[in-house]
């Protein structure tokens, strides 16, 4: 009876590493580092630049520029939600390749404050 527990957790082992050996873990999708994302800026990016972003087909994309056009500039990435066709879901998959303002912008520093 000794002997059957040994064996036992053996085979099990044996078992475990055949399955790791065949089913290895899946590989992640590593871009390489010169290519990042591209930002669309929202109140410049035109039709075709909107339908580049997963889930925005042209017609929507026109419907975003549309609404731009009538309403003003966005003041905030968030308010893309108010377009038909953009609900929370869809907004949160295409907000890392959104932002607001330009490259120039960013690079400013903050204006200094009187004191």
Do not use: C
Request: charged share 30%; no cysteine; aromatic share 6%.
């Amino acid at each position: 009876m000794r002997i059957w527990i040994p064996l036992t957790v053996l085979g099990i082992l044996a078992a475990v590493l055949i399955f790791a050996k065949e089913n290895p873990p899946p590989k992640r999708e590593e871009k390489p580092a010169g290519e990042a994302k591209r930002l669309i800026d929202v109140n410049k990016a035109s039709a075709e630049e909107f339908a580049q972003l997963p889930g925005i087909g042209p017609t929507l994309a026109e419907r975003i520029v549309t609404f731009r056009k009538r309403h003003g500039p966005f003041r905030r990435v968030e308010d893309l939600l108010a377009i038909e066709g953009i609900g929370y879901g869809k907004w949160k998959a295409i907000r890392p390749q959104l932002r607001l303002g330009t490259s120039d912008d960013e690079s400013k520093p903050p204006p200094a404050t009187e004191k």
